[in-house]
């Protein structure tokens, strides 16, 4: 008896937390033979959405960083140079580059950070998504496999190495913008990830990396994965020891390691990301009604 469309989702939907709405808007688009552009800040389940798509379709997933150095023949392919010296150009001595591996093999083909790709590699990129097929010098046409999906992703609130992107582009997909999910599935993610059972520890966590997102020093925040770094490095420090009862030290020197690098402070304030992050831990350990204040190094 063949699955429902909705049973499919629902096998689909168990190895996410939560993302229902977006998993079943990115199911449907690519079900209809769409391609996706996934715009949000990282860590927000979007690969983790079409790598769980692709494992139930049994499709692969092929995965590319876009970048300055993401030409068109890095994307498409490239001859072999010693057997091109030894054979001359052939279609056998050509080794296919993502794009041509993706449709050939029926995968979705995914572009992270999209807008940091050169204008020529989305001019190829682009004529592959309109004809579904691609024309490579001395091997010929490849047509793409009914299953051959193109997928992006973009960052909106990252602008340092990027273009814009065109309208041209932008014609080309599906959009669908994704957000930072809520504290509990947040809390779900880092539990699942890590392991723990010490719910304070993913709750501490999951509160300190939230408040980098909206602080008022900061102009980008971290993503859950800075939670997760935290309770997987407060869990090791613990067993190492020399924490005694201080809990709350324990995690500010977790949240330092893993959060510092995931955070950006405003160029206009004088303060480093340490500073900054102390300040978040601080309020949130020493900040309520009667709590005492107490200095990062006391």
């Not at 993302?19 to 079900?31: H, P």
């Not at 591996?101 to 992270?112: N, V």
């Not at 940091?116 to 047509?143: F, K, Q, W, Y």
Request: charged share 25%.
């Amino acid at each position: 008896m063949p699955v429902s469309a909705a049973a499919r989702r629902d096998e689909i939907a168990a190895g996410i937390v939560g993302r229902r709405r977006e998993l079943d808007l990115v199911l449907a688009a690519v079900s209809a033979g769409r391609d996706v552009l996934l715009e949000g800040p990282p860590g927000t389940s979007k690969s983790t959405i079409l790598r769980a798509i692709t494992a139930n379709w049994g499709v692969p997933f092929v995965l590319v960083e876009g970048n300055a150095e993401l030409t068109p023949a890095r994307l498409v392919g490239h001859h072999n140079p010693a057997r091109v010296l030894r054979e001359d150009y052939s279609a056998d001595n050509f080794v296919p580059g993502p794009l041509v591996s993706a449709m050939q093999d029926g995968g979705f083909l995914y572009i992270e950070e999209l807008n940091r790709a050169p204008e020529d590699t989305l001019n190829v990129l682009l004529a592959a998504m309109a004809e579904r097929e691609v024309v490579v010098p001395r091997v010929g046409t490849i047509t793409a496999r009914p299953t051959f999906r193109v997928l992006a992703s973009m960052n909106p609130f990252d602008d340092v190495g990027t273009a814009r992107i065109s309208d041209s582009v932008y014609d080309r997909w599906c959009r669908l913008a994704i957000g930072y999910q809520d504290e509990a599935e947040e809390r779900a993610i880092v539990r699942a990830r890590t392991g723990s059972t010490d719910e304070a520890l993913v709750a501490d966590a999951v509160a300190i990396t939230r408040a980098t997102r909206g602080h008022p020093e900061l102009r980008r925040g971290s993503s859950v994965r800075g939670a997760i770094d935290l309770v997987a490095i407060a869990t090791e420090l613990a067993a190492l020891g020399g924490y005694a009862d201080d809990r709350p030290r324990l995690v500010l020197d977790a949240a330092l390691l893993a959060l510092s690098a995931r955070i950006a402070v405003d160029e206009t304030l004088d303060a480093t990301p340490e500073e900054v992050i102390t300040r978040i831990w601080e309020d949130h350990f020493f900040s309520h009604p009667g709590a005492r204040r107490r200095a990062a190094t006391g």
